[in-house]
Structures are given as C-alpha cells and as structure tokens.
C-alpha cells in the first residue's frame, strides 16, 4: 500500500525551501526513473540535472521559480532503432520519457521532496530554447524540466477520479 499511498498524495509544488538537494536523493530519483516501462528496452532518454542558478533562471524565463533543482528529462532519437537494425520506432520515445518523468516525481515524493512538471515536448519553439541553453545535440529532445526542492507549501492533493471517465467492455458503458 505504502506505492499507492504515494501515488495519490502526490501534488505539484511550485514553492521551495533554500536547500540543496542531496546527492543520494538525485541518485535515487534518476534510478527511479530509469526503471521506467520503455518500448523494446530502448531506454531513449538522457537526464541533464541543472543546479546552477544561472542556467535555472535562464531555463524558467516565462515561469519564475526559486527551485534549488532542475532535471531536463531528454529523448535520445539515436537510441530509436529497432534492434534488429530494421528501422525506427515509430515515436514511442515521447511516451517512454514520459514514463520515467513520472516515476521521478513519485520518487522525488517519496523522498520528501516536492516537484512539478513543466511541459517543453511537443511546443517545438520551447524545445528549441531549452535545447540551446543546455547544449544539447541534434538527437537530445527536451520533453519536460521537472523542478525540485524542499516543499515549501503543502497544498492538498487533487482529487481526479470520475466515474465518468471509466467504461466497461466498450466506450460509454457503465458497469
Ligand atoms: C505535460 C505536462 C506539462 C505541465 N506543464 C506545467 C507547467 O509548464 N507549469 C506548471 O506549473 N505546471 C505544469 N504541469 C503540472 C500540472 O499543472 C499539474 O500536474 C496539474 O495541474 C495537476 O495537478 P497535480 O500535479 O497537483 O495533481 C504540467 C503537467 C504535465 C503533465
């Protein structure tokens, strides 16, 4: 239960202590998402953790924050070859990235941290300015900056569930 007791108290945190994050903590959210469900075993993603202030600010422009804690969760389209050699995955990468975003906030939860998303994939003019002030190749796709810190605000998790959103056996069939 202590998994699902952590998926649903999840919640974005936007506001954070100044306090660095450990090391260890870095190390264990990076695991967590590299454990991430990926099609074929590809693994097509690179993480760019960023604590430098200077780059923080450049990359949070339009949104501000005082966030200690940037990872850039990145696509690698060169890891999107089929393993026999016979072609590219279609665009699977986006949804493989995704996943490990998400298993790093859970983990960043779960270790006390607090955390957002903030959304760069697919608004290709964001990806371009992300990309250039990482220095990122070609082949490295921004998808999404996760920001992290020590919570400072405690805002009540949403509750999402709607049975409206459920059907049964075909769409718009209830139980
Ligand atoms: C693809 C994606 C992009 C997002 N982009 C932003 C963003 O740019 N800025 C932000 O403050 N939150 C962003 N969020 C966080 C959402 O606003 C947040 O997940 C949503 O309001 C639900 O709240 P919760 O995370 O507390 O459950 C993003 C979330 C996702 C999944």
């Not at 202030?53 to 005082?66: E, F, H, M, V």
Request: net charge negative; proline share 7%; charged share 20%.
């Amino acid at each position: 239960m202590a998994a699902i007791e952590n998926i649903m108290t999840r919640t974005s945190i936007r506001q954070y202590k100044d306090q660095p994050v450990e090391q260890e903590k870095i190390d264990i959210m990076l695991k967590a998402a590299m454990a991430a469900p990926t099609a074929v075993n590809l693994q097509p993603w690179h993480f760019i953790v960023i604590d430098d202030k200077n780059t923080i600010a450049l990359l949070s422009g339009r949104q501000p924050t005082n966030a200690p804690l940037l990872i850039a969760i990145c696509g690698d389209t060169d890891k999107t070859t089929m393993p026999d050699g016979k072609g590219k995955l279609p665009e699977f990468w986006v949804q493989d990235v995704s996943a490990a975003t998400e298993n790093l906030l859970l983990a960043a939860h779960a270790l006390g941290l607090g955390a957002v998303w903030t959304g760069v994939y697919p608004m290709m003019e964001r990806v371009s300015e992300v990309a250039n002030v990482l220095n990122c190749p070609q082949n490295i796709v921004p998808l999404a900056v996760v920001r992290i810190g020590y919570p400072d605000e405690s805002p009540e998790p949403k509750n999402k569930f709607k049975e409206e959103n459920i059907s049964y056996n075909k769409f718009g069939a209830k139980k």
